[in-house]
């Protein structure tokens, strides 16, 4: 070791290749439908094709004689210990929470609803044999309007809960009616969240193997640790019996948030049967049965003075839970209420929330929970009350917005935003964009009347993520706590394995973990290994959502290293016979202050503490250190997302001709992995503003089961996106840091649709419901060149592809 | 039962199948091949795609039996002598994958793609993948990691610029 070693190994900020891509790109991986078991039997579930219907007879004696078939199950067969499903935050103390049974006994209530299943040798005999089921149905009426559902004399989703509304939750902070009373401008819309199904690539796939009374469960979630506790309370199988196992993970968004009807069978048919068990759903039926996401109705009103100020918000929302209240069904919209006063400076803030139970697929947890909607909400709002006021969107956000100077921050909502600035991100990516140049093509297309139509659009945009101080959930009612564990062990040899609470698909946890202990402990990025998704060698963990896997784990990591350096200081001292106040720590080895030449690296300190032959008096042979980290506050992620779109007032069709995001994540630990983030969340959102709708017919089918009817964007639809970034650290955490994972989505949705709605507002158009089809926007613009349209004359054009049945007075009402 | 031989990955297979035995189930179930996954099952999203005597293919919609005689390379096969294909280094070097799920079929798809057009512009990249979805990039980076591949498989015609060359071949 010489003097010239650098302070630190610098990996943190660097953009290093990930360590996970080497399994990915050669097909070495280990999706849980790669899992393969001696003796493995594979399940398919015969899923109900009504909405709404009481069962009165199921037969799956002809199912069993099938070729290959092993034994056939109906709901009946599970009624007595398959529990109820859980839902972990009942949002408000009278919440109404129907019972959920993972295979349906008496009653189905949305289409897909599991209700026999067959166990075979392979996949293709499972699925034949399904056709020798017989099930009699009677069928009940579909609950498919929220604003119908609601009213008095409603059909009844389930009956025995006397009521659709399962919860109602209202904050108010501010004398709302002063506001409004005294009010310059008030602004009444509604807007409509459309359904949205999450779709990440791999799809659900779960695999169980009993051995005598213990279990292991393999399963494509982003919970293992939350599933196995939730496993246990739902079957009465203790805790230390189960073992779950998360391996490569494609993809979450949310959707893998989730304890499901089938995680919570495949234990039981293995438990029952006494050998393994895998099932893997298709697409189609994922796109039916996995939660969806959204689907809210808006009806925000707005108070201004006449230049600009906003003086109140009222929020009032109808929530659509679908047919049972899954995990954080009831949570997601409530996660919207704190963020619809967004940066916004406001006296007065109301937000009223009714969630609605109807006959189709539960809601929850999809890329932004809540945050998304409120952010679209209130974005749009305040286009809305800049083209009432005839003032540029901008200048009204300016007017309105926290200044830098002004943090920390205490919001109407009653958040405390730590930190931020809004000035210096829009500044930047207001240059990126050219905004002044776009706004004068815009008018000379305008002035010339020009087919085709420039829009911009804006997106100032805030939101909580890391997910979260545990002292808040818990005044939510959520029913646990928001921390992160890590463990450092340190290896004779001088590796480190970092074990994580975290529960990584797809988010590059083995590379930023490493790059954060490698800078910690001055030891080299490969010799560190990450362990995690498994509840055996990852015990503890509250895994990955929300944006928290940074500011939460990673936190707690980084804490854990400090607790290494600790232990291994004392062992230098000794080793040194130096005092170990005079010791420093960088660059990986404990120097003597004023003797930089003598030194002593933490790997020859890792192996001495193995070895333990020469250890201080009273110091346990042990360098491993292990941390809890409970965050004191959310992080306040920001930025400013500016859109350029190009409307055909001939064909409706929309085409992004420029986007620019400019992010304040704070500090970045790895700029290649945050931008990648960033990508593919503004391609969610896009998606949302363009795309992607879940529509149910009259009847309660599901007419968007296939990515042929659900449309995902491909390659040809989404632009090339100009990312950059400010740099305002957190001041919550010790890395400055807060979260990406779902900055895009929330930001980008209404950045496109005010840009849309910009490109033809000269028109007369003041709203087109998501998604803005081709369809859509053309009969806004033909319909605006005549008469006002009354809100209930919603336009046809759904997304949803061949064969979609429309029916937005419906969903979309 | 229907008798297929086919060489995967330079493995000659010799099986018995039923004859409904689609491609990507007779890779995976029996030949243990499960570097090729399914992501939909109706050839939307391209995860499976594998090469069918060179030629790119989503071997959900393609039968075990139709591919009698043939030589299969899926992702499990394309490096060679532990030395990976210029599009897979390409996929790493540019962060073109996250959850990785799409990886195979996007890889497979982008080596078709370049063979059939070594130096294609941004608009036929993305024009030539369309039929392979992933939920994670946006494809940002899948766009600019076929591009750094042209550039390093086509190295005689490097000076052409690529928006230049994007109909020569």
């Given at each position: 070791?010489?003097?010239?070693?650098?302070?630190?190994?610098?990996?943190?900020?660097?953009?290093?290749?990930?360590?996970?891509?080497?399994r990915?790109?050669?097909?070495?991986?280990?999706?849980?439908?790669?899992?393969?078991?001696?003796?493995?039997?594979?399940?398919?579930?015969?899923?109900?094709?009504?909405?709404?219907?009481?069962?009165?007879?199921?037969d799956?004696?002809?199912?069993?004689?099938?070729?290959?078939?092993?034994?056939?199950?109906?709901?009946?067969?599970?009624?007595?210990?398959?529990?109820?499903?859980?839902?972990?935050?009942?949002?408000?103390?009278?919440?109404?929470?129907?019972?959920?049974?993972?295979?349906?006994?008496?009653?189905?209530?949305?289409?897909?609803?599991?209700?026999?299943?067959?166990?075979?040798?392979?996949?293709?005999?499972a699925?034949?044999?399904?056709?020798?089921?017989?099930?009699?149905?009677?069928?009940?009426?579909?609950?498919?309007?929220?604003?119908?559902?609601?009213?008095?004399?409603?059909?009844?989703?389930?009956?025995?809960?006397?009521?659709?509304?399962?919860?109602?939750?209202?904050m108010?902070?501010?004398?709302?009616?002063?506001?409004?009373?005294?009010?310059?401008?008030?602004?009444?819309?509604?807007?409509?969240?459309?359904?949205?199904?999450?779709?990440?690539?791999?799809?659900?796939?779960?695999?169980?193997?009993?051995?005598?009374?213990?279990?292991?469960?393999?399963?494509?979630?982003?919970?293992?640790?939350?599933?196995?506790?939730?496993?246990?309370?739902?079957?009465?199988?203790?805790?230390?019996?189960?073992?779950?196992?998360?391996?490569?993970?494609?993809?979450?968004?949310?959707?893998?948030?989730?304890?499901?009807?089938?995680?919570?069978?495949?234990?039981?048919?293995?438990?029952?049967?006494?050998?393994?068990?895998?099932?893997?759903?298709?697409?189609?039926?994922?796109?039916?049965?996995?939660?969806?996401?959204?689907?809210?109705?808006?009806?925000?009103?707005?108070?201004?003075d006449?230049?600009?100020?906003?003086?109140?918000?009222?929020?009032?929302?109808?929530?659509?839970?679908?047919?049972?209240?899954?995990?954080?069904?009831?949570?997601?919209?409530?996660?919207?209420?704190?963020?619809?006063?967004a940066?916004?400076?406001?006296?007065?803030?109301?937000?009223?929330?009714?969630?609605?139970?109807?006959?189709?697929?539960?809601?929850?947890?999809?890329?932004?929970a809540?945050?998304?909607?409120?952010?679209?909400?209130?974005?749009?709002?305040?286009?809305?009350?800049?083209?009432?006021?005839?003032?540029?969107?901008?200048?009204?956000?300016?007017?309105?917005?926290?200044?830098?100077?002004?943090?920390?921050?205490d919001?109407?909502?009653?958040?405390?935003?730590?930190?931020?600035?809004?000035?210096?991100?829009?500044?930047?990516?207001?240059?990126?964009?050219?905004?002044?140049?776009?706004?004068?093509?815009?008018?000379?297309r305008?002035?010339?009347?020009?087919?085709?139509?420039?829009?911009?659009?804006?997106?100032?945009?805030?939101?909580?993520?890391?997910?979260?101080?545990?002292?808040?959930?818990?005044?939510?009612?959520y029913?646990?706590?928001?921390?992160?564990?890590a463990?450092?062990?340190?290896?004779?040899?001088?590796?480190?394995?970092?074990?994580?609470?975290?529960?990584?698909?797809?988010?590059g946890?083995?590379?930023?973990?490493?790059?954060?202990?490698?800078?910690?402990l001055?030891?080299?990025?490969?010799?560190?290994?990450?362990?995690?998704?498994?509840?055996?060698?990852?015990?503890k963990?509250?895994?990955?959502?929300?944006?928290?896997?940074?500011?939460?784990?990673?936190?707690?990591?980084?804490?854990?290293?400090?607790?290494?350096?600790?232990?291994?200081?004392?062992?230098?001292?000794?080793?040194?016979?130096?005092?170990?106040?005079?010791l420093?720590?960088?660059?990986?080895?404990?120097?003597?202050?004023?003797?930089?030449?003598?030194?002593?690296?933490?790997?020859?300190?890792?192996?001495?503490?193995?070895?333990a032959?020469?250890?201080?008096?009273?110091?346990?042979?042990?360098?491993?250190?292990?941390?809890?980290?409970?965050?004191?506050?959310?992080?306040?992620?920001?930025?400013?997302?500016?859109?350029?779109?190009?409307?055909?007032?001939?064909?409706?069709?929309?085409?992004?001709?420029?986007?620019?995001?400019?992010?304040?994540?704070?500090?970045?630990?790895?700029?290649?992995?945050?931008?990648?983030?960033?990508?593919?969340?503004?391609a969610?959102?896009?998606?949302q503003?363009?795309?992607?709708?879940?529509?149910?017919?009259?009847?309660?089918?599901?007419?968007?089961t296939?990515?042929?009817?659900?449309?995902?964007?491909?390659?040809?639809?989404?632009?090339?996106?100009?990312?950059?970034?400010?740099?305002?650290?957190?001041?919550?955490?010790?890395?400055?840091?807060?979260?990406?994972?779902?900055?895009?989505?929330?930001?980008?949705?209404?950045?496109?649709?005010?840009?849309?709605?910009?490109?033809?507002?000269?028109?007369?158009?003041?709203?087109?419901?998501?998604?803005?089809?081709?369809?859509?926007?053309?009969?806004?613009v033909?319909?605006?060149?005549?008469?006002?349209?009354?809100?209930?004359?919603?336009?046809?054009?759904?997304?949803?592809?061949?064969?979609?049945?429309?029916?937005?007075e419906?969903?979309?009402? | 039962?229907?008798?297929?031989?086919?060489?995967?990955?330079?493995?000659?297979?010799?099986?018995?199948?039923?004859?409904?035995?689609?491609?990507?189930?007779?890779?995976?179930?029996?030949?243990?091949?499960?570097?090729?996954?399914?992501?939909?099952?109706?050839?939307?999203?391209?995860?499976?795609?594998?090469?069918?005597?060179?030629?790119?293919?989503?071997?959900?919609?393609?039968?075990?039996?139709?591919?009698?005689?043939?030589?299969?390379?899926t992702?499990?096969?394309?490096?060679?002598?532990?030395?990976?294909?210029?599009?897979q280094?390409?996929?790493?070097?540019?962060?073109?994958?996250?959850?990785?799920?799409?990886?195979?079929?996007?890889?497979?798809?982008?080596?078709?793609?370049?063979?059939?057009?070594?130096?294609?512009s941004?608009?036929?990249?993305?024009?030539?993948?369309?039929?392979?979805?992933?939920?994670?990039?946006?494809?940002?980076?899948?766009?600019?990691?076929?591009?750094?591949?042209?550039?390093?498989?086509a190295?005689?015609s490097?000076?052409?610029?690529?928006?230049?060359?994007?109909?020569?071949?």
């Amino acid at each position: 070791m010489t003097a010239l070693e650098p302070e630190t190994t610098h990996e943190i900020g660097q953009a290093r290749r990930r360590k996970e891509d080497a399994r990915l790109i050669t097909g070495r991986t280990n999706w849980t439908d790669n899992i393969q078991l001696p003796g493995l039997m594979h399940v398919a579930f015969l899923r109900s094709p009504q909405a709404h219907a009481r069962i009165t007879s199921v037969d799956v004696s002809a199912a069993k004689e099938r070729p290959g078939v092993i034994a056939a199950f109906s709901g009946a067969d599970f009624a007595a210990e398959q529990g109820s499903l859980p839902c972990a935050w009942p949002v408000t103390e009278d919440i109404v929470i129907p019972d959920h049974p993972p295979m349906a006994v008496d009653e189905v209530c949305y289409v897909g609803e599991a209700v026999a299943c067959v166990v075979a040798r392979d996949r293709y005999s499972a699925a034949d044999a399904l056709d020798a089921i017989e099930v009699d149905y009677e069928p009940l009426p579909p609950v498919l309007n929220m604003e119908e559902a609601v009213a008095e004399g409603a059909a009844l989703v389930h009956a025995d809960k006397g009521t659709n509304t399962s919860f109602h939750f209202v904050m108010e902070n501010g004398d709302m009616d002063a506001a409004f009373a005294g009010a310059d401008v008030v602004i009444d819309r509604t807007f409509v969240q459309q359904r949205l199904i999450p779709a990440a690539m791999e799809p659900r796939a779960v695999v169980c193997a009993p051995v005598g009374d213990e279990y292991t469960l393999w399963s494509a979630t982003q919970i293992p640790h939350v599933l196995r506790v939730m496993l246990a309370m739902v079957t009465g199988i203790p805790e230390h019996k189960l073992r779950v196992i998360a391996p490569d993970v494609g993809g979450g968004f949310g959707s893998k948030l989730q304890v499901t009807a089938e995680e919570v069978l495949a234990l039981l048919i293995a438990k029952r049967l006494g050998r393994p068990v895998k099932w893997t759903e298709s697409r189609s039926e994922g796109f039916m049965t996995t939660h969806h996401g959204r689907d809210q109705i808006q009806h925000l009103r707005l108070a201004a003075d006449r230049d600009g100020r906003l003086r109140g918000f009222h929020v009032r929302l109808l929530a659509d839970m679908g047919a049972y209240l899954m995990l954080v069904t009831p949570g997601v919209p409530l996660l919207g209420a704190f963020m619809f006063n967004a940066i916004y400076k406001m006296d007065a803030y109301t937000f009223d929330c009714t969630g609605v139970l109807t006959t189709k697929m539960p809601t929850d947890a999809y890329r932004g929970a809540g945050r998304p909607e409120a952010t679209f909400g209130v974005e749009r709002m305040m286009d809305e009350l800049a083209a009432e006021l005839a003032m540029d969107p901008m200048e009204l956000r300016r007017r309105n917005w926290i200044a830098h100077d002004e943090f920390p921050y205490d919001t109407v909502s009653g958040l405390t935003y730590d930190s931020g600035d809004y000035e210096a991100a829009t500044d930047k990516a207001m240059a990126l964009f050219g905004y002044d140049a776009l706004r004068k093509e815009q008018e000379r297309r305008r002035s010339e009347g020009d087919p085709v139509q420039l829009g911009l659009g804006i997106s100032t945009f805030t939101e909580m993520c890391g997910l979260a101080p545990s002292r808040v959930l818990g005044s939510l009612a959520y029913g646990a706590g928001g921390w992160e564990n890590a463990q450092i062990r340190m290896l004779p040899t001088g590796k480190v394995e970092v074990v994580t609470g975290s529960s990584a698909h797809g988010q590059g946890h083995e590379t930023a973990w490493s790059q954060i202990v490698a800078d910690r402990l001055g030891i080299p990025f490969d010799d560190i290994s990450v362990i995690h998704g498994d509840t055996q060698s990852s015990p503890k963990g509250m895994d990955t959502y929300g944006s928290r896997s940074l500011t939460v784990g990673g936190i707690a990591v980084f804490n854990a290293c400090d607790k290494v350096v600790e232990k291994a200081k004392r062992v230098a001292a000794h080793l040194m016979e130096a005092p170990e106040a005079d010791l420093e720590f960088s660059g990986g080895a404990f120097r003597v202050r004023g003797t930089p030449e003598a030194s002593t690296t933490i790997q020859e300190v890792a192996l001495a503490t193995f070895a333990a032959h020469d250890l201080p008096d009273g110091m346990e042979p042990s360098l491993d250190s292990d941390a809890t980290f409970d965050p004191e506050n959310f992080s306040f992620p920001h930025g400013t997302h500016l859109c350029a779109t190009e409307v055909d007032t001939r064909t409706g069709e929309v085409k992004i001709r420029s986007y620019v995001c400019v992010d304040d994540i704070g500090k970045v630990v790895n700029p290649l992995i945050v931008e990648g983030q960033v990508h593919g969340g503004l391609a969610q959102g896009i998606a949302q503003a363009l795309y992607e709708e879940a529509v149910y017919d009259t009847d309660g089918n599901l007419t968007t089961t296939t990515m042929a009817d659900y449309l995902l964007p491909s390659a040809m639809d989404l632009p090339e996106f100009t990312t950059d970034r400010t740099e305002t650290p957190a001041t919550t955490n010790p890395l400055g840091v807060k979260g990406v994972g779902e900055a895009g989505t929330i930001a980008s949705t209404p950045a496109v649709v005010n840009a849309v709605i910009d490109a033809v507002r000269h028109l007369g158009v003041d709203d087109i419901h998501m998604p803005c089809t081709p369809e859509r926007v053309w009969r806004a613009v033909h319909d605006a060149e005549g008469r006002a349209r009354p809100p209930e004359d919603l336009p046809p054009g759904a997304a949803g592809g061949l064969g979609s049945v429309n029916t937005d007075e419906g969903a979309s009402s | 039962m229907a008798r297929v031989s086919v060489t995967v990955d330079g493995v000659r297979c010799d099986d018995d199948v039923e004859p409904r035995l689609l491609l990507v189930h007779y890779l995976r179930d029996r030949l243990g091949k499960v570097g090729t996954p399914i992501g939909c099952d109706t050839t939307n999203c391209g995860a499976c795609t594998v090469l069918l005597d060179g030629v790119s293919v989503k071997s959900c919609s393609v039968l075990a039996v139709q591919a009698d005689g043939s030589e299969i390379t899926t992702i499990e096969g394309l490096a060679e002598n532990g030395e990976l294909h210029p599009v897979q280094r390409a996929f790493h070097d540019q962060h073109a994958l996250q959850c990785g799920y799409c990886t195979p079929g996007m890889i497979m798809a982008s080596v078709d793609l370049l063979r059939d057009n070594p130096r294609p512009s941004e608009g036929e990249i993305r024009e030539g993948l369309e039929g392979n979805l992933c939920r994670c990039t946006g494809y940002q980076n899948i766009v600019r990691a076929v591009r750094q591949a042209a550039d390093e498989m086509a190295p005689a015609s490097a000076e052409v610029p690529a928006q230049a060359s994007g109909g020569a071949a």
